[in-house]
């Protein structure tokens, strides 16, 4: 009586676990989408951590499978984890919910958005190199002098040398040069040739800036700037878009990010300004200028902005690249994948009736098979999968369509350890033995080959969750879960249920 009283506090305090592990579970997902936009970020993510999330099959979003190329092919793994790193950096500030971010061999990663449907922007986000730099711009009168000498030289490289092929395509706008945006492969290829380098000088590049729209046309300006960064964008700290506050009412309500920079940034900073007052001085990312604002004056506190930004989504997402850091590596996305929303929500509707169709069957015929002892069975099955759900909660595992899979699969080896028990009780019951005699030889006599088959298959579990990626890490994980439940429940609850009747109760007989 003493042990069965203990075991019965067990089973108690396990489903009391159960049930708090699930409440922030039901909480969530009783939230509509409507609730969840209006509450805090922050409070999403904390109730998130105590709940059971839905894998990318199930929510909808996007499956991403970059491949990192390092420059030096024997610091491939190590190239792929600083980009894992900095990936998982940018995804977090950029707030998505549950990213899945994991190593996928030497110089792969997989990536899993779930929620995300904007599938440029999560490209450029993930993709983008985002290496800043700070650059000083060649005075316009220098730079149309080194222009006209390229022209020059090639109008007599041309067919046609009374026609120049590089002036007519540029003017002046505002101060800078720019042309038309349908020319920038012709300007790009003239720029490159080996006969107009020599009028290049050696400390300088011509550099694009980003298209804009001006008079019904897109334009591009044409910066001739130092090839040596003045100021590095490695020396940021900080970077926060936000709209613009000054004076310049041509960027009025126009979306900018500050910069702030470290002590050896600031300083550096401050000594380039304050030795180019008059100048411009073009902030550049991934070799295409974002702006160059003129040097007004010394700037000794490290603050600098980047305006010319189209929306305030890009300027977010800029920002976030920027606090980030630069990838140390280029990253090409070998495999995307996008799930919608609808898909999903249909996953979840068919797994759970799978799951509940699959559940019924075997309790309907448990209880007709085995009667009350059936009974006993089905209820310790429902607790099984109770437990099974509230273990995912309390760890924070991950629910995928293969998971619901190896939900149904429990459902049906969780009667299984039940099944040979109770044969083992009709034959010691067919042998003449008492009801507490046949339990005790039952249970005792079928455990063994229970555990047997139930180590075996967390063993095939375990390797499926060692080796396997998403899906199959998911499939495994439920059925790891599963398994060691089933043998709780199967084993410990039924046991203790059949001694409370045989022991309490004085049953002397069960049908079975």
Do not use: C
């Given at each position: 009586?003493?042990?069965l009283?203990?075991?019965?506090?067990?089973?108690?305090?396990?489903?009391?676990?159960?049930?708090?592990?699930?409440?922030?579970?039901?909480?969530?997902?009783?939230?509509?989408?409507?609730?969840?936009?209006?509450?805090?970020?922050e409070?999403?993510?904390k109730?998130?951590?105590?709940?059971?999330?839905?894998?990318?099959?199930?929510?909808?979003?996007?499956?991403?499978?970059?491949k990192?190329?390092?420059?030096?092919?024997?610091?491939?793994?190590?190239?792929?984890?600083?980009?894992?790193?900095?990936?998982?950096?940018?995804?977090?500030?950029?707030?998505?919910?549950?990213?899945?971010?994991?190593?996928?061999?030497?110089?792969?990663?997989?990536?899993?958005l779930?929620?995300?449907?904007?599938?440029e922007?999560a490209?450029?986000?993930?993709?983008?190199?985002?290496?800043l730099?700070?650059?000083?711009?060649?005075?316009?009168?220098?730079?149309?002098?080194?222009?006209?000498?390229?022209?020059?030289?090639?109008?007599?490289?041309?067919?046609?040398?009374?026609?120049?092929?590089?002036?007519?395509l540029?003017?002046?706008?505002?101060?800078?040069?720019?042309?038309?945006?349908?020319?920038?492969?012709?300007?790009?290829?003239?720029?490159?040739?080996?006969?107009?380098?020599?009028?290049?000088?050696?400390?300088?590049?011509?550099?694009?800036?980003?298209?804009?729209?001006?008079?019904?046309?897109?334009l591009?300006?044409?910066?001739?700037?130092?090839?040596?960064?003045?100021?590095?964008?490695e020396?940021?700290?900080?970077?926060?878009?936000?709209?613009?506050?000054?004076?310049?009412?041509?960027?009025?309500?126009?979306?900018?990010?500050?910069?702030?920079?470290?002590?050896?940034?600031?300083?550096?900073?401050?000594?380039?300004?304050?030795?180019?007052?008059?100048?411009?001085?073009?902030?550049?990312?991934?070799?295409?200028?974002?702006?160059?604002?003129?040097?007004?004056?010394?700037?000794?506190?490290?603050?600098?902005?980047?305006?010319?930004?189209?929306?305030?989504?890009?300027?977010?997402?800029?920002?976030?690249?920027?606090?980030?850091?630069?990838?140390?590596?280029?990253?090409?996305?070998?495999?995307?994948?996008?799930?919608?929303p609808?898909?999903?929500?249909?996953?979840?509707?068919?797994?759970?009736?799978?799951?509940?169709?699959?559940?019924?069957?075997?309790?309907?015929?448990?209880?007709?098979?085995?009667?009350?002892?059936?009974?006993?069975?089905?209820?310790?099955?429902?607790?099984?999968?109770?437990?099974?759900?509230?273990?995912?909660?309390?760890?924070?595992?991950?629910?995928?369509?293969?998971?619901?899979?190896?939900?149904?699969?429990?459902?049906?080896m969780?009667?299984?350890a039940?099944?040979?028990?109770?044969?083992?009780?009709?034959?010691?019951?067919?042998?003449?033995?008492?009801?507490?005699?046949?339990?005790?030889?039952?249970?005792?006599?079928?455990?063994?080959?229970?555990?047997?088959?139930?180590?075996t298959?967390?063993?095939?579990?375990?390797?499926?969750?060692?080796?396997?990626?998403?899906p199959?890490?998911?499939?495994?994980?439920?059925?790891?879960?599963?398994?060691?439940?089933?043998?709780?429940?199967?084993?410990?609850?039924?046991?203790?249920?059949?001694?409370?009747?045989?022991?309490?109760?004085?049953?002397?007989?069960?049908?079975?």
């Amino acid at each position: 009586m003493k042990t069965l009283r203990w075991r019965i506090l067990i089973i108690l305090g396990v489903i009391i676990f159960a049930v708090v592990a699930l409440i922030p579970t039901y909480q969530y997902y009783s939230l509509s989408s409507e609730e969840i936009a209006k509450k805090p970020k922050e409070e999403i993510r904390k109730m998130l951590k105590r709940t059971l999330s839905l894998g990318l099959d199930l929510k909808g979003g996007m499956y991403l499978v970059l491949k990192v190329k390092p420059v030096e092919k024997e610091k491939v793994k190590e190239a792929r984890d600083r980009v894992l790193e900095i990936i998982r950096n940018r995804i977090d500030q950029w707030g998505v919910f549950e990213p899945v971010i994991q190593p996928a061999g030497e110089d792969r990663i997989i990536v899993q958005l779930p929620g995300v449907m904007d599938r440029e922007r999560a490209r450029e986000l993930i993709g983008k190199t985002a290496v800043l730099t700070f650059h000083l711009v060649e005075d316009i009168d220098q730079t149309k002098k080194i222009l006209d000498k390229i022209d020059e030289t090639l109008r007599k490289l041309s067919k046609d040398t009374t026609k120049s092929p590089l002036k007519p395509l540029l003017y002046l706008y505002k101060g800078d040069i720019v042309f038309e945006e349908i020319y920038t492969d012709s300007v790009k290829k003239m720029l490159k040739k080996e006969e107009i380098k020599k009028f290049i000088p050696k400390d300088k590049m011509f550099l694009l800036g980003k298209s804009f729209e001006a008079n019904g046309k897109k334009l591009r300006s044409l910066f001739l700037v130092n090839k040596k960064p003045d100021v590095k964008g490695e020396h940021i700290k900080d970077a926060r878009h936000s709209i613009y506050q000054g004076t310049d009412p041509s960027l009025q309500n126009t979306p900018v990010v500050n910069l702030s920079f470290d002590r050896r940034g600031t300083i550096t900073f401050a000594r380039v300004t304050g030795e180019n007052v008059g100048k411009r001085l073009a902030i550049v990312l991934d070799s295409l200028v974002q702006s160059a604002p003129k040097i007004i004056q010394k700037i000794p506190g490290g603050n600098a902005q980047i305006t010319g930004i189209e929306s305030m989504d890009e300027a977010r997402d800029l920002a976030v690249i920027l606090r980030a850091g630069a990838l140390p590596a280029p990253v090409e996305i070998e495999e995307e994948r996008s799930i919608g929303p609808l898909l999903g929500k249909d996953s979840i509707r068919r797994g759970i009736q799978s799951a509940l169709l699959g559940g019924m069957a075997v309790m309907i015929f448990m209880a007709i098979y085995y009667m009350f002892a059936g009974a006993i069975a089905d209820l310790a099955l429902v607790l099984n999968l109770i437990i099974v759900l509230a273990l995912l909660s309390a760890f924070h595992g991950t629910l995928t369509l293969p998971g619901i899979a190896g939900l149904v699969l429990t459902i049906g080896m969780s009667v299984d350890a039940n099944v040979l028990i109770f044969e083992r009780i009709r034959e010691e019951l067919r042998a003449g033995k008492s009801l507490r005699a046949a339990v005790d030889a039952g249970f005792s006599r079928a455990i063994v080959t229970i555990f047997d088959a139930n180590v075996t298959t967390i063993i095939a579990a375990l390797v499926l969750i060692w080796f396997g990626t998403g899906p199959i890490k998911g499939f495994g994980l439920v059925l790891a879960l599963g398994i060691a439940s089933s043998f709780f429940t199967a084993v410990f609850v039924s046991r203790t249920i059949f001694d409370y009747f045989v022991v309490v109760k004085k049953l002397k007989k069960l049908p079975i």
